[in-house]
């Protein structure tokens, strides 16, 4: 019921940007915080930068002062603006967002299908 959809990836150049969006849709009461996370072939999925929903956000080490996070509360939707690209950024990156669905006063943990970032040199 509950889809989180990511898009704006793409295959561009060293020292180049994109931007990142993923909204949430169905049976949604509120949401809680929402993050990004990424996972290169060969690695483990590693967190890139969350925001909770009163917009306190936390960076990953590799991508501070690069990447901003960033959230639209009335859409439901959250956004990764990333600048100045690595190779190493190079990943599927994935929407992550906890969910409050019904009556119960509980957030679950949803996943997106996951968008390919791919930076050359």
């Known amino acids: 019921q509950v889809q989180l959809v990511e898009s704006g990836g793409g295959l561009v150049q060293a020292g180049g940007s994109l931007r990142l969006s993923c909204a949430a849709s169905g049976s949604i009461f509120s949401i809680n915080a929402m993050g990004w996370y990424r996972q290169a072939p060969g690695k483990q999925r590693e967190l890139v930068a969350t925001?909770?929903?009163?917009?306190?956000?936390n960076y990953a080490d590799s991508v501070k002062g690069r990447f901003t996070i960033s959230r639209d509360n009335a859409k439901n939707t959250v956004f990764l603006q990333m600048n100045s690209l690595k190779p190493e950024d190079t990943a599927v990156y994935f929407c992550?967002?906890?969910?409050?669905?019904?009556?119960?006063?509980?957030?679950?943990?949803?996943w997106g299908q996951g968008t390919l970032v791919t930076v050359s040199s």
């Open positions: 925001i909770t929903s009163g917009g306190i956000t």
């Open positions: 992550n967002a906890n969910i409050r669905t019904g009556v119960l006063i509980r957030y679950l943990e949803h």
